[in-house]
């Protein structure tokens, strides 16, 4: 459920009424007929919506070229011009000795002089961000594949920094392979499965903190830190696997709110000595370390260090070789202090740059080693969304932010001064991801709109301006029209309370005027999360949507409280109780939507996965009298059942906070449903255990309550492979059909 706890100020000028307005996308010009209608074989059987992309996609080193894959070979293409320059590794060259077929490369890297190649094929997903695989290395110089090791699939395999060495993960131990005579090397030994894991993350911090490897090369290459999980005392989670004569038990740590975590620590391995340095974090043991990072200083290690109420957020620098360590620099809050991957390391030795919402909103601060200001370099109303790096060499520092709107993201740069701040790129809406290159002179830009799919470019870091499109999804443009797609309108309106809230909407194209349509309501509503934003959303809900529309139903999505976009305060404004908040604001909404001249308020469902599922389920049970259907897919329907740190971040513990995890919980109100449910979940869901599902449904018989659920075996918390989501979608859109 982890999201990456981001928020997107409001630009201040923004003017927003109680009326809908549409601030971003035009309104459609009216469509004679009805286009091609769109099917939910088009959506999850035949691709006939999927955007084009630009695959496996590498920068070099040299700033002139960068790479990708095409047709299972690597091709080089010129900066300049986007141009395939030559093919740098062919399919046959990619056969291993004794066999006739090329790998099937699943992603690649260069080492450091861009002689050697690590290639992953047979890629085995785990949980949502680990995986193994079996790496290979290619030496292109005398074209000679060679699998990484003979002991097993391999994890996070990483070349060092000289492009000597690889370290990897398996079976949670750590090892090095010398690539000049492959002999392998154990940096630990004594890691087992469900007790102790070296340099991967257990299930949360993947979850949770984003952290699946958790080793780092130092830029020197003579060292690797690596993190630690103790999960000994973590209580275990158990997972039926259905299919043979008796099911499996699938058995894993699962710290829940409350419950006991890894104790985990931090330690360096030097590569020439064989020997490990434990380095100093301190007594507690009841607290995170959510990133390491080599500085730009020989032998330094930085380690972020936060306790567990996710409040304060330490920086400690430790000596690699000793593990003596001191706090350089600290961030609390009152309610939580976000994690990001925004700190970076000056050249300079004397500096670092990091992100932090101390002044309620997310900004860049320039400090010194020793955690003094130096300088502010980001400020205003709004948000960096993401630092993207430092051109040390210009003294520029790129990010992106929502300066221009809370709808959009778009990217800039200021100095190291926090002056000459520039905007790249085209004017206008929507939003951008950025690629940077190594060297700062070029950046990969992903733009999306509401209402047009991505369109991939090449353009320069000096001035943004466009060297090349690589691609323009031209072809999906004209199949969107050919279908007749409406374009989404954006709003906003006050509660009751005064609280403006945005919102978007997907209409029936030629809407009668006096003609009454049922509302589906969509919503995520996480911290940090934002559905109305200026982008294109995925193919899974959006054309989705855009059938439902064909079929005369509004679509409309709206983000309460809690969500980003608005600043801190708005943001954790749920603390303590998460779904109390929430939960009002989308009964507002329901009320505000019901109100509109074209909507039948009588005929007002909503729909949500996750947490969206959660609050769902908790609007159709706390808000009865709004919703006629709901639908809830995998939900939260407790938090108590929840892990330790998404749910503590937001509600403390348990112990501290009962009442913030009883007093919006749906098993507590199931005897106020009075519409129809829907309730899914599948029962392979290492995320949200169908275990919520079971409480909320034991909840519902006991209160004689009537209701859908459908189940699906081993699948996933995404609920997905084969024909699952294609029989998902059917059964939610027969269900809204037969109620709503």
Known sequence: ?????????????????????????????????????????????????????????NWMRDGRYYSSLDKGEVVQHDVTTGQATQTLVSAQQLRPAGSQQPIAVEGYEFNADEQKMLFSTDVEPIYRRSSKANYYVYDRAGQKLVPLSAGGKQSYATFSPDGRRVAFMR????????????????????????KLIHGGGDWVYEEEFEVSKAFQWSPDSKQVAFISFDESRVPEYNMQEWGPL?????????????????????????VAAGRTAKMDIGPETDQY?????????????????????????????????????????????????????????????????????????????????????????????????????????????????????????????????????????????????????????????YHTA????????????????????????????????????????????KTSEGVQLNGTTIKPANMEAGKKYPVLMFLYGGPGSQKVLDKWNSV???????????????VAIVDNRGTGGRGAAFKKATYGQLGKLETIDQGEAAKYLGAQPWADKA???????????????????????????????????????????????????????????????????????????????????????????????????????????????NRNHSIYGGNTRLHLFRQMTNFLQQNL
Do not use: C
Not at 14 to 30: E, H, I, Q, R, T
Not at 174 to 180: A, H, S
Not at 654 to 676: C, I, M, R, T
């Open 1 to 57: 459920m982890t999201h990456r706890f981001k928020t997107f100020g409001l630009a201040a000028g923004l003017l927003l009424s109680s009326a809908p307005v549409a601030v971003l996308v035009p309104a459609a010009p009216a469509v004679a007929q009805q286009r091609q209608s769109i099917t939910l074989e088009d959506i999850w059987a035949k691709g006939t919506f999927a955007a084009k992309q630009v695959q496996g996609f």
């Open 171 to 194: 079976n949670n131990n750590l090892f090095v392979v010398d690539l000049q005579t492959m002999q392998e090397t154990p940096i630990t030994t004594d890691g087992q499965v469900n």
């Open 246 to 270: 008796y099911p499996k038990d699938y058995r894993y740590k699962y710290p829940k709110a409350g419950e006991p975590n890894s104790v985990v620590s931090v330690s360096v391995y030097d």
């Open 289 to 445: 370390i959510p990133r390491i990072l080599w500085t730009q200083t020989p032998n330094l290690l930085s380690i972020q260090r936060m306790n567990r109420l996710q409040n304060k957020l330490e920086i400690l620098h430790a000596d690699a070789t000793t593990g003596k360590s001191s706090v350089a620099w600290a961030d609390t809050d009152k309610a939580y202090v976000e994690v990001t991957d925004d700190l970076r390391y000056l050249k300079n030795g004397k500096q670092f740059i990091i992100s932090s919402e101390r002044n309620g909103y997310r900004h860049l601060y320039l400090f010194d080693m020793k955690g003094k200001l130096v300088k502010q370099l980001t400020q205003g109303n709004w948000d960096v969304s993401e630092f993207l790096g430092i051109d040390e060499a210009k003294g520029l520092a790129y990010y992106l932010s929502a300066e221009a709107s809370p709808f959009e993201r778009h990217l800039y740069r200021v100095d190291l001064k926090g002056k000459g701040k520039q905007r790249l790129g085209e004017s206008g809406g929507g939003t951008d991801v950025v690629n940077m290159s190594p060297d700062f002179r070029y950046y990969l830009n």
């Open 450 to 493: 509401a209402n047009e799919p991505v369109t991939v470019s090449l353009r320069t870091a000096q001035d943004g301006k466009a060297v090349k499109v690589l691609e323009d999804n031209a072809a999906l443009k004209q199949r969107m029209k050919d279908y007749g797609f409406v374009p989404q309108e954006f709003f906003s309106f």
């Open 540 to 554: 899974d809900y959006y054309t989705w949507f855009q059938m439902l529309a064909q079929q005369g139903y509004v």
């Open 603 to 713: 005929r007002i469902g909503i729909f949500g996965w996750s947490f969206g599922g959660y609050l769902s389920a908790l609007a159709v049970t706390k808000n009865a009298d709004l919703f006629k259907v709901g639908i809830s897919v995998a939900p939260v329907t407790t938090w108590r059942y929840y892990d330790s740190i998404y749910t503590e971040r937001f509600l403390k513990t348990p112990q501290e906070n009962p009442s913030g995890y009883d007093d919006n919980s749906p098993v507590q109100f199931a005897n106020q449903l009075k519409g129809k449910l829907l309730l899914v979940h599948g029962t392979g869901d290492d995320n949200v255990h169908f275990q919520n599902s079971v409480a909320f449904t034991d909840a519902l018989v006991k209160a004689n309550k009537d209701f859908q659920q459908l189940y699906y075996p």
